[in-house]
């Protein structure tokens, strides 16, 4: 039977489950049926999600595990009278952290992902709109404000990596699509020369590329594995002739890809 695995914030809960799966992630083969509690954010919610977390404990096979990013260190320890493993990430890193920096900390409820730099949210809504305008080829007149534009062959993960960038790093991300037409012309179209130095290639295996392609236009052209090596050989041989960095998207995640692209072309986070 399938752990039972609980997220318990005072916030949104997605530190406690960003953390969590980290954490979940070194072992494999390990099933789990997960629930996140946000906003815990009094001896009532508490209370509520230690409930909550027994009932599974009955009901499940072993002990819930329970990832906590709660704050205030009372409400850990109504937290901890569950019939739980209880994995309290404040409590193992906060006080190391006061000893070190001789001050108490705040034991402030949703400070991270709560609204408190209005200029660093606004400038990841700002790169969000930004991305969304400037999708799929978009508003190529504006790509000199851009600070990375994303190239390669459709469904080669530009799309969601320039959201991914905008929301989580606040980075200006256009991207465009290299056509049929590009790709036999065998050069950059005219209209992203000028902008060389923000290009920044993304490939991938044809035959994942076929598989992407085939969820969405099955049994296609589009989806045809010689179209998509094709392609693919085109777009690389272009990326080198004309000095574009490119990276392969095939086994990454969308993360890694952003921080890859980060590291290469030396761009830093402008939110948090």
């Keep these: 039977m399938k752990r039972s695995i609980f997220f318990v914030s005072d916030s949104t809960g997605i530190t406690a489950e960003t953390l969590g799966h980290a954490l979940l992630s070194q072992f494999e083969a390990l099933e789990y049926d997960q629930t996140t509690i946000p906003f815990v954010v009094g001896e009532t919610e508490a209370r509520a999600a230690v409930r909550r977390i027994d009932d599974a404990a009955e009901a499940g096979a072993g002990r819930p595990i329970v990832f906590s990013t709660l704050v205030n260190p009372d409400l850990n320890e109504i937290l901890r009278e569950s019939d739980a493993l209880v994995v309290d990430f404040f409590s193992a890193f906060v006080r190391p952290l006061e000893i070190e920096f001789n001050r108490g900390s705040s034991h402030a409820t949703g400070r991270f992902h ?91 295996v044809p035959e994942r590329l076929r ?21 693919v050989a085109d777009a690389e041989s272009i990326f080198r002739r004309e000095g574009v960095r490119f990276i392969d998207t095939s086994g990454s995640s969308i993360e890694e890809i952003a921080s890859k692209i980060l590291q290469s072309t030396g761009l830093t986070r402008r939110a948090f």
């Design 114 to 204: 709560g609204l408190v730099d209005r200029a660093s949210y606004d400038g990841r809504i700002d790169a969000m709109d930004y991305a969304l305008d400037h999708d799929d080829g978009g508003g190529i007149r504006h790509y000199h404000d851009a600070d990375v534009v994303l190239v390669g062959v459709s469904r080669s993960g530009k799309t969601p990596t320039c959201v991914y960038l905008a929301l989580q790093f606040g980075i200006r991300a256009a991207n465009y699509p290299l056509t049929e037409e590009d790709l036999d012309a065998g050069n950059l179209p005219d209209m992203l020369a000028p902008h060389r130095e923000r290009l920044f290639g993304l490939t991938i």
């Design 211 to 231: 598989q992407i392609r085939s969820e969405r236009r099955p049994n296609s052209r589009y989806a045809s594995l010689n179209r998509c090596r094709k392609e």
